[in-house]
C-alpha cells in the first residue's frame, strides 16, 4: 500500500482518527489534506485517549513523518495548543511539518462566520464556528493569507493591512459589529509566526519524494463525503473537499499516486449541524444510539443526530470516491439491538430513487426505504477475527458490502486501537 487515503463516507466523525492511528503502524508519512479545526479526531492507544483537531493522527507512531497539507486551514493558536498539549503527554512532534501554502485562519474568519450563522436564522448551516467557510471563502478569492506569508513579518504586516480594511468595513457595515484591531492581531500572530515557523516548508515534495523512495504513505481524511462541497448535501455542507480528489489537491499529490481508497463508515449514521438527514431516528432508538454510542461532537459538545445506515448515501460516496474497500466502525453500538434497518431507497411521490436528489429541499421529503435485518444481541468489543463474528453480524458485514458495492476491509468494534478486526490486510 505505498499510498492510502481514509476518507469519511458519510457525514463526519466516523471513527477517522482511530483508523489512521490503527494503519499508520509501518507508514512513512501521514498527512492531513482538508479543513480545518472544524475536525475533531480521536485516539485511544496505549498513551491514552488525545482529541486531534489539525495534527495528524499518525503523530503517535514514531517512525511516521506528520504533514499538515495545503489544502488544511490553519487556526495557529489552536495549533500550538495541541503541540504543547502533546509534547506535555510525552508525544514528540519533531516529525511535523506544515505546508507553507496551507492558509491560516484569521480572527476575522471566525468572527464572519459567528455573524453568518446569526444572520441566517433558521437556516443556519450548524457550522463548528471555527472561521471555516470565511477562510477558504478568503483562499477563493485571493484575499488569503498562507503560513509562508504569515512567517515572513513585513509581507505579513502589508498584506494584514489591505484585508483588514476590507474586512472591517464588512464587519462595521453589513453586520453593525465592532472592527478588529490591526495592532492586536498583527502582534499576536506575529507571535504564532515565531513558533510555527520552523515546522513550515514545501510539504509536496517531502510526500512525492517518500514516494519515489516507495516508502508508505497515508493521507488522513477530515469530515466526510456527504459534507463535500459539491457533491454533499449542499448547502449544509463545509467549504472544502472531504474526499479522495481533496486527498490530491490538499497535498499536491497526482490521482495517479493513490492506490488504495478506504472509505469510513459508522455501523449506523450521524450528523452534526442541520441539513437533511433521511435515517435519522428523532424517537427512543435514536436517543439509545446516541447514547450507547457517546454521540457528542469532539470540537463543539454538540449532540449528533443518529440514525440506521443509509446505504443510499454510502453507494453514492462509494462510487464518487472510487472506495476500493470500507472500515465500518463502532460495530459494538449495535450490540444490544434486536432488529437492525439498512435503507436502500428514497421514496418520493410513490417512487423510489436509487440516488441522491440534488436539492436539500426533495431530500428532506424522502422516506427511506428499509430493509430489516437481524440484530445479534451479543457482546462484540473483545471478538478477535471475523470468523469469531456472531452470524448475524457477519450477514449485515455482508449486506452492506452488498448495497455499498464495496468490500468491508476492517470492522473496528471499540474505540481502542486494538479492538479491530482486519477482514483483509490493508
Ligand atoms: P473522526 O472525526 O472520524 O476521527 O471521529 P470522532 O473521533 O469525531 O468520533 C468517533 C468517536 O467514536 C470517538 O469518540 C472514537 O473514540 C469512537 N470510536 C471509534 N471507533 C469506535 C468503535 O469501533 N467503537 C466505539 N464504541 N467507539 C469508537
Ligand atoms: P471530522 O473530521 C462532523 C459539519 C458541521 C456543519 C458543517 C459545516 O471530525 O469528521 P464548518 O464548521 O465546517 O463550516 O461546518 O460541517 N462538520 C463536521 N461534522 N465532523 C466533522 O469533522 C465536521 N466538520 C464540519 O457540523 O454541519
Ligand atoms: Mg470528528
Given at each position: 500500500m505505498p499510498v492510502t487515503a481514509i476518507i469519511g463516507?458519510?457525514?463526519g466523525d466516523e471513527g477517522k482518527g482511530k483508523i489512521v492511528d490503527l494503519l499508520s503502524e509501518n507508514v512513512d508519512v501521514v498527512a492531513r489534506f482538508s479543513g480545518g479545526t472544524n475536525a475533531g479526531h480521536t485516539v485511544v492507544n496505549s498513551q491514552g485517549e488525545f482529541k486531534l483537531h489539525l495534527i495528524p493522527a499518525g503523530i503517535f507512531r514514531p517512525q511516521a513523518n506528520c504533514i499538515i497539507g495545503n489544502g488544511v486551514v490553519i487556526n495557529p493558536k489552536v495549533l500550538l495548543g495541541e503541540i504543547d498539549a502533546l509534547k506535555e503527554r510525552g508525544?514528540?512532534?519533531?516529525?511535523?511539518?506544515?505546508?507553507?501554502?496551507?492558509?491560516?485562519?484569521?480572527?476575522?474568519?471566525?468572527?464572519?462566520?459567528?455573524?453568518?450563522?446569526?444572520?441566517?436564522?433558521?437556516?443556519?448551516?450548524?457550522?463548528?464556528?471555527?472561521?471555516?467557510?470565511?477562510?477558504?471563502?478568503?483562499?477563493?478569492?485571493?484575499?488569503?493569507?498562507?503560513?509562508?506569508?504569515?512567517?515572513?513579518?513585513?509581507?505579513?504586516?502589508?498584506?494584514?493591512?489591505?484585508?483588514?480594511?476590507?474586512?472591517?468595513?464588512?464587519?462595521?457595515?453589513?453586520f453593525g459589529a465592532e472592527p478588529l484591531s490591526f495592532d492586536e492581531i498583527f502582534e499576536e500572530y506575529c507571535g504564532y509566526a515565531d513558533r510555527l515557523g520552523p515546522f513550515a516548508g514545501e510539504t509536496s515534495s517531502l510526500i512525492n519524494d517518500a514516494l519515489d523512495q516507495n516508502k508508505f504513505v497515508l493521507l488522513e481524511g477530515a469530515q466526510g463525503t456527504m459534507l463535500d462541497i459539491d457533491?454533499?448535501?449542499?448547502?449544509?455542507?463545509?467549504?472544502?473537499?472531504?474526499?479522495?480528489?481533496?486527498?490530491?489537491?490538499?497535498?499536491?499529490?497526482?490521482?495517479?499516486?493513490?492506490?488504495?481508497?478506504?472509505?469510513?463508515?459508522?455501523?449506523?449514521?450521524?450528523?452534526?449541524?442541520?441539513?437533511?438527514f433521511p435515517t435519522e431516528l428523532t424517537d427512543q432508538l435514536g436517543e439509545e444510539i446516541r447514547n450507547r454510542g457517546k454521540e457528542y461532537g469532539t470540537t463543539t459538545g454538540r449532540p449528533r443526530r443518529c440514525g440506521w445506515f443509509d446505504g443510499v448515501a454510502a453507494r453514492f460516496a462509494a462510487r464518487l470516491n472510487g472506495f476500493t474497500?470500507?472500515?465500518?466502525?463502532?460495530?459494538?453500538?449495535?450490540?444490544t439491538f434486536p432488529q437492525i434497518k439498512?435503507?436502500?431507497?428514497?421514496?418520493?411521490?410513490?417512487?423510489?430513487?436509487?440516488?441522491?436528489p440534488v436539492n436539500t429541499d426533495i431530500l428532506e421529503t424522502c422516506t427511506p426505504v428499509y430493509e430489516e435485518l437481524p440484530g445479534w444481541q451479543t457482546d462484540t468489543?473483545?471478538?478477535?477475527?471475523?470468523?469469531?463474528?456472531?452470524?448475524?453480524?457477519?450477514?449485515?458485514?455482508?449486506?452492506?458490502?452488498?448495497?455499498?458495492?464495496?468490500?468491508?476491509?476492517?470492522?473496528?468494534?471499540?474505540?481502542?486501537?486494538?479492538?479491530?478486526?482486519?477482514?483483509?490486510?490493508?
Open positions: 463516507g458519510q457525514w508525544v514528540g512532534v519533531d516529525r511535523l511539518s506544515i505546508s507553507d501554502r496551507a492558509h491560516i485562519i484569521m480572527p476575522y474568519h471566525i468572527l464572519l462566520d459567528e455573524l453568518e450563522e446569526t444572520a441566517r436564522g433558521s437556516s443556519a448551516i450548524g457550522t463548528t464556528k471555527q472561521g471555516i467557510g470565511p477562510a477558504y471563502m478568503d483562499k477563493s478569492a485571493r484575499r488569503g493569507i498562507r503560513l509562508g506569508e504569515l512567517i515572513d513579518r513585513d509581507l505579513f504586516g502589508k498584506r494584514l493591512k489591505g484585508f483588514l480594511e476590507f474586512k472591517n468595513r464588512v464587519i462595521t457595515r453589513v457533491f454533499g448535501t449542499y448547502p449544509y455542507v463545509t467549504s472544502s473537499p472531504p474526499t479522495a480528489w481533496g486527498a490530491c489537491l490538499g497535498t499536491g499529490l497526482s490521482p495517479k499516486r493513490i492506490d488504495n481508497i478506504l472509505g469510513v463508515f459508522k455501523a449506523y449514521t450521524t450528523r452534526v449541524g442541520g441539513g437533511p474497500g470500507m472500515v465500518i466502525t463502532k460495530f459494538d453500538i449495535l450490540d439498512i435503507c436502500t431507497g428514497y421514496e418520493l411521490d410513490g417512487k423510489v430513487l436509487g440516488t441522491m468489543s473483545a471478538i478477535q477475527s471475523y470468523d469469531a463474528l456472531p452470524q448475524p453480524a457477519r450477514q449485515y458485514i455482508k449486506r452492506i458490502e452488498e448495497i455499498v458495492g464495496c468490500p468491508v476491509d476492517v470492522t473496528s468494534i471499540g474505540a481502542n486501537r486494538d479492538q479491530s478486526i482486519i477482514i483483509n490486510p490493508v
